[in-house]
């Protein structure tokens, strides 16, 4: 199995510009989460799906930010308009349906905004 | 009150030797613990788990240890080595929510 994919691996873009984070979860899991890192508030889950239905977006930190699972295999998470404090690497993760509550993590997408 | 606390930040052991990573919490309702691993460019990845109806779960080299009184769980490293250097997180969940809480994160390094 590929594992959990996530693109681009890296970003760097300007501040007030438009980014799209995408990810491709194992296949077959039925949940799909986004976390973002940072030095200062650690690994913080922003939104997650179960079915490509969004269960709990508490997470998510304005209305800057949006995320969307328009089927099974890909969800994407935008940031518009970014700004510097967004700078953070993104990990997406996914889960199979059932007792299990490990989550499989992605390689990451390390996000600058200058 | 979801608040999952770490510590210490960072831990520099020989290699043999056993670290100790602790984390507390506060939310009652919290009951499955699990500890994950980072290395340097990859996302975390399952350690070890523990509910609190057990004190202790071993694997392998790793070991949690848990104190449902006191709030507190700890990782230890048996025998570290250099291939261990990572970053452990340690996390706590209400069955039913999958929201994981996190702790801030140590960083361990195994000197060979």
């Known amino acids: 199995d590929a594992g959990v994919i996530q693109s681009p691996r890296h970003e760097v873009t300007e501040m007030g510009q438009e980014v799209t984070l995408r990810c491709k979860p194992i296949s077959g899991h039925d949940y799909l989460f986004w976390y973002r890192q940072t030095m200062m508030r650690g690994l913080e889950l922003l939104i997650y799906?179960?079915?490509?239905?969004?269960?709990?977006d508490s997470g998510m930190p304005e209305d800057r930010f949006s995320a969307k699972m328009p089927n099974a295999s890909f969800s994407t998470l935008k940031i518009q308009p970014s700004e510097p404090r967004d700078s953070a690497v993104y990990f997406c993760?996914?889960?199979?349906?059932?007792?299990?509550?490990?989550?499989?993590f992605g390689p990451g997408t390390r996000l600058t905004v200058t | 009150q979801q608040q999952v606390k770490q510590s210490p930040q960072s831990l520099i052991v020989q290699k043999g030797g056993i670290p100790i990573i602790n984390c507390a919490y506060e939310?009652?309702?919290?009951?499955?613990f699990p500890w994950y691993q980072q290395f340097p460019g990859k996302g975390p990845a399952l350690l070890i788990a523990?509910?609190?109806?057990?004190s202790e779960k071993k694997e392998g080299r790793f070991t949690i240890s848990f104190n449902k009184s006191a709030k507190q769980f700890s990782l230890h490293i048996m025998d570290s080595q250099p291939g261990d250097s990572a970053t452990y997180f340690c996390?706590?969940?209400?069955?039913?929510?999958?929201?994981?809480?996190f702790g801030t994160g140590t960083r361990l390094k195994v000197l060979a």
């Open positions: 939310n009652t309702a919290f009951d499955y």
């Open positions: 523990i509910r609190p109806d057990v």
């Open positions: 799906f179960n079915n490509n239905v969004p269960i709990d």
């Open positions: 993760a996914s889960k199979l349906a059932g007792p299990s509550y490990e989550q499989y």
């Open positions: 996390a706590a969940l209400s069955s039913g929510t999958y929201k994981y809480i």
